[in-house]
C-alpha cells in the first residue's frame, strides 16, 4: 500500500464549514509557504462558496486570491470545488461558458478540479470533464454521498464506473452532510475499488463525530486520498484535523510521510486566527458541537444553518424540529436529490414553506419547479407523474442534458461585462453573480481612482528648499 495522500481544507472547505467562509487573502498570506513545504498532496484553496464571498463579502478579487495562492505555493497542487454545469454559480451555464471558466481557472493556477453534480448525474459532468482535460488540469469527480432506499453500493458503484468511463483521473467519495459511517465506508471504498481502477478520495465532516473512524476504515479498505483540516479549524461542521491522522497513520503501511513537527508550526498560526475568529464572532461555538441528528435529518450543516435563518427572518423559530422531519418527505417527493449546492437550498426552503404555510406544495419556489421539471437534471429516482402534474402542471418535463436547451452565451455576456471589465477573467466573475460582481467592480475602481488621487497629491506636493 503506498502512502495516502492528504489534501488540506483550511484554505477552502474548513473555513466555508465554519466561518461562513470568510477567511481574507491577506490572513492566509503569511502561512501559504509553510503549507507549501509541508508535503500535502494538495491544498484546496478555490471553488465552492469562496469566490461568492470574495465579491460579496470580502471585497476581493477571487481571480487575485488564486494568483496569490499560486505565487507562494510553487511546490504543492491547488484544487477547487467545481459545480459540473453550475460552475460556480446557482444555474447552468451554456458550454462556451463553462469552456472558458476552466480555461481560465488552469492558467491563473488551479492544477486539480474536484467536479460534482447535486443529483449525480453523469449528463451534467461531460462538458466539465472535457474542459478540464483539454487544459491538462487533474480531474477528479466526486460522488456526492446521500442515503435513501435507492443508494446503495450498488448504485454507487454503477456511478464510479460511469465517471471513470467519462475520463475522469481519480474519484472522490464526497460525504457533504456527514452521513458515513466507519463500516459503510468500508464497505463502499472496498466496492468501488472492486471495479473501478482509479485512486479514491475520501471526503466527510465532522458533523457527526465519526470523520476520523470513517477515515481510517476507508484507508484500511483501499482509499488512497483524505481531505482532513489543520486542528484550529478542524471538527464541528467541518473536518477530521490533519495532524490527527498524521499521528493515526504514523509508522503504518498508510504513513502520509509529513512531519508533525513541521504541522505544528501551521497550527499554531492558524490557533491565532482562531482565537480572532471567536472573539469577532465570526466562529460561533455551536458550530463545533457533534450532533449526530445528521444522521437522521441528513441535513448538511450549511443547510442547517440556512433554515434556521429563514425561520428567524418568518418568526417561527420554534418550527426548525417541523422543518427537519418534513426535508426527508420533500427529498422523497422530489426523486431523492443528495442535499448538496443548490439542491439542498431547493429542498429546504420548499420544506419551510410547507411547515410555515401548513399546507403541503401550497407554495411552490421556481427552483422547486424547475427541480420537478428536469432542468437542473435526472434525479436519482424517477418523480412520480402525478406529483409532477401538482407541481408544474402541463408544463413538458426536461428529459435530455439541460445545458443542450442553453445557446452559447459567452459573447452576450462580454458584451454586457464590458464596461466594468479590466481583466479577461471579470465576465466569468459578471456570470456567475451579475449584481454582486458589478458593485465590487465599481468599488474596486472608487478605490483605484482614489488611489491614484493620494499618488496624484505627493507627486504634486512642494517642499521648502
Not at 488540506?8 to 473555513?15: P, V
Not at 459540473?84 to 481560465?104: C, I
Not at 483501499?222 to 467541518?238: E, N, Q, R, V, Y
Request: net charge negative; aromatic share 8%; glycine share 6%.
Amino acid at each position: 500500500m503506498a502512502k495516502i495522500k492528504i489534501t488540506e481544507t483550511a484554505l477552502r472547505d474548513a473555513h466555508q464549514s465554519l466561518l461562513a467562509t470568510r477567511m481574507t487573502t491577506e490572513e492566509m498570506l503569511p502561512i501559504l509557504k509553510k503549507l507549501d513545504e509541508v508535503g500535502y498532496y494538495s491544498l484546496e484553496c478555490w471553488g465552492g462558496a469562496t469566490f461568492d464571498s470574495c465579491l460579496r463579502f470580502l471585497n476581493e478579487d477571487p481571480w487575485q486570491r488564486l494568483r496569490t495562492i499560486k505565487d507562494n505555493c510553487k511546490n504543492t497542487k491547488l484544487q477547487m470545488l467545481f459545480r459540473g454545469q453550475n460552475m460556480l454559480g446557482y444555474r447552468h451555464y451554456a458550454d462556451d461558458v463553462l469552456d472558458y471558466f476552466v480555461e481560465k481557472s488552469v492558467a491563473n493556477g488551479i492544477d486539480v478540479i474536484r467536479i460534482f453534480d447535486a443529483l449525480n448525474d453523469i449528463k451534467n459532468l461531460k462538458s466539465a470533464i472535457t474542459a478540464a482535460k483539454r487544459e491538462k488540469a487533474e480531474v477528479q469527480v466526486a460522488i456526492s454521498y446521500t442515503t435513501g432506499p435507492v443508494f446503495t453500493d450498488e448504485y454507487y458503484v454503477d456511478y464510479a464506473k460511469r465517471i471513470a468511463d467519462a475520463g475522469a483521473d481519480t474519484i472522490c467519495i464526497k460525504d457533504m452532510a456527514a452521513l458515513l459511517t466507519p463500516y459503510k465506508t468500508e464497505s463502499l471504498v472496498k466496492a468501488i475499488k472492486k471495479e473501478v481502477d482509479l485512486p479514491i478520495q475520501i471526503h466527510t465532516h465532522y458533523t457527526s463525530g465519526l470523520a476520523s473512524m470513517c477515515l481510517l476504515k476507508g484507508i484500511e479498505a483501499g482509499a488512497d486520498m483524505i481531505d482532513t483540516a489543520i486542528s484550529p479549524l478542524a471538527l464541528g461542521t467541518s473536518h477530521a484535523p490533519t495532524e490527527s491522522m498524521v499521528a493515526a497513520l504514523q509508522g503504518s503501511e498508510y504513513d502520509t510521510g509529513i512531519d508533525l513537527v513541521a504541522l505544528s508550526k501551521i497550527r499554531e498560526y492558524f490557533m491565532t486566527l482562531r482565537e480572532k475568529y471567536i472573539k469577532e464572532g465570526l466562529l460561533d461555538p455551536k458550530m463545533l458541537a457533534t450532533d449526530a441528528k445528521a444522521l437522521i435529518y441528513q441535513v448538511p450543516g450549511g443547510m442547517l444553518s440556512n433554515l434556521l435563518s429563514q425561520l428567524k427572518q418568518a418568526g417561527k423559530e420554534d418550527k426548525l424540529t417541523e422543518v427537519l422531519e418534513e426535508v426527508p418527505r420533500v427529498r422523497e417527493d422530489s426523486g431523492y436529490p443528495p442535499l448538496v449546492t443548490p439542491t439542498s437550498q431547493i429542498v429546504g426552503t420548499q420544506a419551510v414553506f410547507n411547515v410555515i404555510a401548513g399546507e403541503r406544495y401550497k407554495m411552490c419556489t421556481n427552483e422547486f419547479k424547475d427541480m420537478v421539471a428536469g432542468k437542473y437534471g435526472t434525479t436519482p429516482v424517477p418523480v412520480s407523474e402525478e406529483f409532477r402534474k401538482k407541481i408544474i402542471g402541463d408544463m413538458k418535463p426536461v428529459t435530455g442534458r439541460p445545458a443542450d436547451l442553453i445557446a452559447p452565451e459567452l459573447d452576450k455576456l462580454k458584451e454586457e461585462a464590458a464596461k466594468y471589465a479590466q481583466q479577461e477573467e471579470d465576465v466569468l466573475s459578471y456570470a456567475m453573480f451579475p449584481k454582486v460582481s458589478v458593485d465590487f467592480f465599481e468599488k474596486r475602481r472608487e478605490s483605484q481612482l482614489g488611489l491614484d488621487s493620494a499618488m496624484l497629491n505627493k507627486s504634486n506636493k512642494t517642499y521648502p528648499v
